[in-house]
């Protein structure tokens, strides 16, 4: 009996999330996200071979350079709603120490990479100095839906 009640605390301990220290200020290092590879999984590749560089797919875009510099994703996470569209967030990071907006849509694509509608309108961002923000989006595509693409941009 005691035994299963040690074996019990051990799985609890086990199943708990660690405990976290106090946060610190954040820091980024940006130039170990820009030098991440592919991810290996799908992407948009040109008709032309070598004519661009594969844009991996359920994966943001940052569609600037200098933007690069200043956010990083820190998370994507995807799932099916009740009516089964799909549903995507991403976490964003501002690695800066002044208010930052930036603008996101979404692209959704079938198993065959063709869009299942229209890109979604550009959406704001406001990300706090060193802090983070969620940009989401829900497909109308249903069960159709096999991938996703945000791209982000400066705010205009």
Same mark, same amino acid.
């Not at 497909?139 to 205009?156: K, M």
């Given at each position: 009996?005691?035994?299963?009640?040690?074996?019990?605390?051990?799985?609890?301990?086990?199943?708990?999330? $660690? &405990? &976290?220290?106090?946060?610190? %200020?954040?820091?980024?290092?940006?130039?170990?996200? /820009?030098?991440?590879?592919?991810?290996?999984?799908? &992407?948009? %590749?040109?008709?032309?071979?070598? =004519?661009?560089?594969?844009?991996?797919?359920?994966?943001?875009?940052?569609?600037?350079?200098?933007?690069?510099? =200043?956010?990083?994703?820190?998370?994507?996470?995807?799932?099916?709603?009740?009516?089964?569209?799909?549903?995507?967030?991403?976490?964003?990071?501002?690695?800066?120490?002044?208010?930052?907006?930036?603008?996101? /849509?979404?692209?959704?694509?079938?198993?065959?990479?063709?869009?299942?509608?229209?890109? =979604? $309108?550009?959406?704001?961002?406001?990300?706090?100095?060193?802090?983070?923000? %969620?940009?989401?989006?829900?497909?109308?595509?249903?069960?159709?839906?096999?991938?996703?693409?945000?791209?982000? /941009?400066?705010?205009?």
């Amino acid at each position: 009996m005691l035994r299963l009640l040690y074996a019990g605390i051990a799985v609890f301990v086990l199943a708990a999330p $660690a &405990a &976290a220290t106090e946060n610190k %200020v954040l820091k980024c290092h940006t130039g170990e996200a /820009r030098a991440a590879g592919p991810s290996g999984g799908p &992407a948009l %590749v040109a008709n032309v071979p070598a =004519s661009m560089t594969p844009i991996d797919l359920n994966a943001v875009l940052i569609t600037d350079k200098k933007l690069t510099k =200043s956010v990083i994703v820190e998370g994507l996470f995807a799932m099916r709603t009740p009516t089964n569209g799909l549903k995507i967030m991403a976490r964003l990071v501002n690695c800066t120490k002044y208010p930052l907006v930036v603008q996101a /849509r979404s692209n959704f694509m079938d198993g065959n990479q063709m869009p299942t509608e229209a890109a =979604s $309108a550009w959406k704001p961002v406001f990300l706090s100095p060193l802090a983070t923000a %969620v940009y989401e989006e829900a497909s109308i595509g249903r069960g159709n839906v096999g991938a996703y693409l945000i791209e982000l /941009r400066p705010d205009l």
